[in-house]
Each structure stands twice: as C-alpha cells, then as structure tokens.
C-alpha cells in the first residue's frame, strides 16, 4: 500500500513513546549509569570509567555462559524449526479435528513458564515422575540434578515440548493461506511429495518461518525461569545461561556495576543478531510485494 | 478447498502416516500434563510412598487446599488483575499507533518501529534491577499496575506489531470515504475502523494475555505481598518438611485452567489470524 507523509502520525505515536520510554528508557539509563560507576555501598558512587567493561571482557565466567547461551539456542533452533514445520504439515485442514488439534499444541504456550519447569521437575524424578522412573528402570543413569548431559537434555526436551507449537501454528498458518490453483499445478506437473514441498509449501512460508526463527531465538536466548526451576543452573554451572548468571549477578550478589556492564553487553548481542534476521525478514517482505 | 484436500489425500497414502504424527505429537505434549493431573490428586503420601499411572486413592484436597487460603488464592486473582490491565493498557496505546504506521511515512518512522521491537528483544533480566528500583522510587513497588507497566516492555512493541499487520490489509479507500462523509478521526476510528480489524484485535489480546501471564521474573521481582502473583507464591511449597507435591502441583494445574479458557475461545480466530496479521 502506498502510504501518504503525514508528520501528524507522531501524535498517534505519541502514547506508545511515553509508555515505552518510562519502562525502557530510563531503566535502560540506569544501566548504563551504572555500568561506568563503582560503590561501596551507602549510596556513594565513584566514576570507573571502562574498567567494568574490561573485566567482562576477560571474564571466564561471562564468556561460558555465552557459550551455552549460544549451544542453547542452536540446539534449539535446529530442532523446532524442521519439527515445527514437520509437525503443520501433518495436521488435519480443517474441520473437528484441526480445532482439536490447535487448542491442545496451545496449551503448553500458555502455562507459566515456572509451572512448565515445575511440569519437568516432576516429570524428570526418578521417584515419582514417569520420564525419570521409565528411564531409570531400563538401568539409564539419568539424574538431572547431578547428570550433566541429562540436565542438558532435560532442559532442550522441555524447550522443545514448550515452544514447537508456535513455530507448528505459525507455519499451520503460512500453509492455510496457500491457495488450491498451486497445489492442482503441481498435480497436473506430477509433482512428487518433496517438490511441492520445497518448490510450493517452503517459499510461501518462509516469510512467517522467519518470524518464527525471530521469536524463538530472542525468548530462547533470554530463557530464564524454566532452567532456572528445573536445575537452578546446575550441575556445577552446566546449565546456567546468561539470564540465570545475571539474574544471580544483579539480584543476587548485587554487583551492580558487573551487573550493568554484562546487562549492556547482553542486550547488544541480541540487538545485533535480531537486526540482521530483521533486515532479512523485510527483504523478503518486500520481494513478495507485500 | 475440502474437495481438493481429499484429492491430495488420496493422491499420496499419508493420510494415515499424518495421524501418526499428530498422534504421537499430542502425546508428547499431553504426557507431562497428564503426569501433573495424576500427582495433583494424589496425597503426599501416596506419591511419595509408590509409582502408579494413575491416583489409587483419589483426593481433592489439594485443591480443597488452595482454594480455601487466602494466601494461595489472591495469587490468581492478582496475576488475573495485572494481565487484564496489561491487556488493556497495552491495546489504548497500540491501536493508535499501528494506525499511524500502517497509514502514513512520517519522520523516522522505520527507526522507530525497530526501536520499538528492540523492546520486545530486551532480555527482562537486564531490566529486573532497574524496574525494581524504578517503581520503587516513584511508589508503586508491590502494585498490580506497575507489574502491568512492566510488562508493557514486552508487550506494547508485540501488540503495535501484530496489530499494524492486520491494518495493512484493511484498504485505505474505506478512511477516504469516511472522511468524504464528514466522520471526523476519532469517531472514525471507534466507530468504523476498530470494527473492521476486531479479529486482529482478538488475537493480539490473546498473546498479550499469553506473555503477561506466562511471566514470571518481572512479576516476582515487582512485587512481595499485595500484587503476589501466582507463579511466585507456587515457590511457597518448599517448606521445612521438603516439597509439598501434591499442592504444587494442583497450583500448576489450576494455571493451566485460565489459558484453556482462553483457548477455547479464540479457537477459530487463532488459525486465522495467524494467516492474516504477523504473528
């Protein structure tokens, strides 16, 4: 749609911009404040210039937690997306059962994130839940508590259990809006199962996937309660991501210059990364003529 | 559409292998679920005592429980208390403004619409200290409106974002008719335009109620005693005698039930507003 310039839109914006400038600006302000000061403790603060900024950057620490931060949300991505997608091709179009369907790949979207850990803690027990005492009654070492790779794979499991239904919905959705005329082409072509899918079905969704992939690695890279309920970061540090490592920093120990400085560094990684998807998703907006 | 979906269907034998899928897919979501149904009726001794499929000795006083103290129950009510207002807040002020962008170029319009994603990327982590500190200071530490503020953070950047997706498909010849006809802006926009994009409307206070509902972190760091919400009071079931698992768990479940609702509901606005807005 060809859009007319109007510098009046501003006062529409206007309610947004105060909104979002009382809870983001002047938070993000004190951050940043923060992160150049040094205290010791009553209140009296002292300018430290870059020296936090310097010490996160030759922090063990930091650069381990962005280390699984970064496993984390590859793994994740690698397996939800092509699950997702695998899963929205195989669900009914429409009718009793497509209702059926959605309203129960809802559900684990809209249980609170700590109920989800809380699902998994029990779920995961060897004495009492069904995962846990299956796997350790066919002689499997599991423990997330103690295990390392079982608390890795307790918390991928449940991201996967948490989060597949979105990417599954929004490539559901993608797929409804494909119209009949290219499915009967491809027919008439004799096209096999794979070629609709990869020259029909993939290119009409890929503008909502992307949205998908967008969602998904900005909520896993903040991941905090559900890891944080099921292992409390742990074994050792093995599953402290680097909402739980900050959390702990800020709240915890209240280091708050560290603290600010880690914060700054975090949110940049994720603006970074999140533009270059961003700028990809308009391009393709844009090729498709929307 | 249907005629042509079963000619696809007989055209490649997967109709049952999908089943399959789907079966199998619901039963990995469902399991866990179940599993906290199971252990919310059950009595402490019992799911500490064996391992069963399902409770040998059904009991509801878990919920009994949880229903009848005061300090479990205002949980639901002060979590549902600052998601409606969140839901509320958060659509007055992006109804305006996904207006504005989908209508019109103005100054800076682009830098600010991905200004305003960058909000939904904020890690709330990063913000806990500063929020708890800010609405400390202007003093409203401990109320339902500054968790729904808080919230904002996320969800105001989300909502200007779906619901401006909608308005892009509504024509912009229906706004020049309007106004030939002498309507001015406001009554314009409530009287015409805000109908015309309800189902936009319907499923973005569904993932406005979806984010502000699920969170925990901001929530529980806003507040300590009046605004409690739900998911922070669920920590309470640690006590001096270990986990109480069958409380914790009828917590969990009666969390679920608000969302189901929800669900049920909007069902055929889901799978139809995701085609036509953004998210």
């Not at chain 1, 995962?131 to 070492?141: A, E, H, N, P, V």
């Not at chain 2, 034998?13 to 919310?40: D, E, H, K, T």
């Not at chain 2, 807040?89 to 800076?108: C, D, E, K, N, Q």
């Not at chain 2, 309507?183 to 319907?202: E, H, N, Q, W």
């Amino acid at each position: 749609m060809n859009k007319t310039v109007n510098q009046k839109a501003w006062f529409l914006i206007l309610p947004v911009l105060v909104l979002v400038a009382f809870s983001a600006v002047i938070p993000l302000m004190t951050v940043v404040n923060y992160s150049v000061q040094d205290t010791f403790g009553n209140n009296q603060f002292f300018w430290a210039g870059l020296d936090w900024f310097r010490d996160l950057m030759s922090s063990e620490r930091m650069w381990d937690a962005l280390g699984r931060q970064i496993a984390f949300s590859a793994i994740i991505l690698v397996i939800q997306i092509p699950l997702g997608v695998f899963v929205a091709l195989n669900m009914p179009k429409k009718g009793f059962w497509a209702s059926f369907c959605l309203i129960l790949m809802s559900l684990p979207l809209l249980i609170p994130w700590n109920v989800v850990g809380t699902i998994w803690q029990i779920f995961g027990r060897v004495d009492i839940g069904l995962l846990g005492y299956t796997l350790d009654s066919f002689g499997i070492d599991y423990n997330y508590t103690q295990n390392f790779y079982a608390a890795w794979i307790t918390v991928i499991v449940m991201d996967v259990w948490h989060w597949t239904s979105l990417v599954a919905l929004l490539a559901y959705a993608g797929l409804q809006s494909i119209p009949d005329a290219y499915y009967q082409a491809a027919k008439i072509d004799q096209a096999s199962r794979w070629k609709v899918f990869r020259f029909i079905e993939l290119p009409k969704i890929m503008g909502v996937l992307m949205i998908a992939i967008l969602l998904r690695f900005m909520d896993s890279f903040m991941i905090y309660t559900e890891p944080f309920v099921v292992t409390g970061g742990g074994p050792g540090n093995s599953t402290t991501f680097l909402s739980i490592d900050l959390v702990k920093m800020a709240l915890g120990q209240f280091d708050l210059g560290p603290a600010a400085a880690f914060s700054i560094m975090y949110y940049l990684v994720i603006l970074v990364i999140s533009y270059v998807f961003y700028t990809v998703m308009t391009n393709l907006d844009k090729r498709d003529g929307h | 559409m249907s005629d042509i979906t079963n000619k696809r269907g007989m055209g490649f034998p997967r109709v049952n292998g999908s089943a399959v899928v789907m079966g199998l897919y619901l039963l990995f979501l469902l399991l866990p679920i179940y599993w906290l149904l199971n252990m919310s009726l059950k009595t402490n001794t019992e799911i500490l005592s064996g391992f069963s499929l399902w409770p040998q000795d059904l009991t509801l006083q878990n919920y009994v429980t949880i229903l009848t103290d005061a300090s479990w129950y205002t949980g639901y009510l002060n979590s549902m208390a600052y998601v409606v207002m969140n839901v509320v807040i958060s659509l007055a002020v992006a109804l305006p403004a996904a207006y504005a962008f989908s209508r019109f170029t103005f100054l800076g319009d682009k830098h600010l619409f991905f200004w305003l994603l960058t909000n939904r990327m904020a890690p709330p982590a990063v913000f806990a200290l500063p929020f708890f500190q800010l609405y400390s200071s202007v003093g409203l530490f401990d109320t339902h409106i500054a968790v729904a503020l808080a919230h904002g953070l996320f969800n105001v950047p989300l909502a200007v974002w779906i619901l401006e997706g909608f308005m892009r498909g509504v024509p912009k010849e229906i706004d020049e008719t309007a106004y030939i006809d002498g309507y001015s802006f406001p009554r314009f926009f409530i009287r015409i335009f805000t109908p015309l994009v309800a189902s936009g409307i319907g499923v973005t206070a569904f993932f406005l109620f979806m984010f502000s509902w699920v969170e925990l972190l901001l929530s529980r760091t806003l507040t300590s005693v009046d605004a409690k919400p739900i998911a922070a009071t669920m920590t309470r079931t640690v006590g001096a005698a270990g986990i109480d698992w069958g409380v914790l768990a009828a917590a969990g479940v009666l969390t679920i039930v608000p969302g189901a609702l929800v669900i049920y509901f909007v069902r055929n606005y889901i799978a139809k507003g995701f085609a036509l807005g953004r998210v």
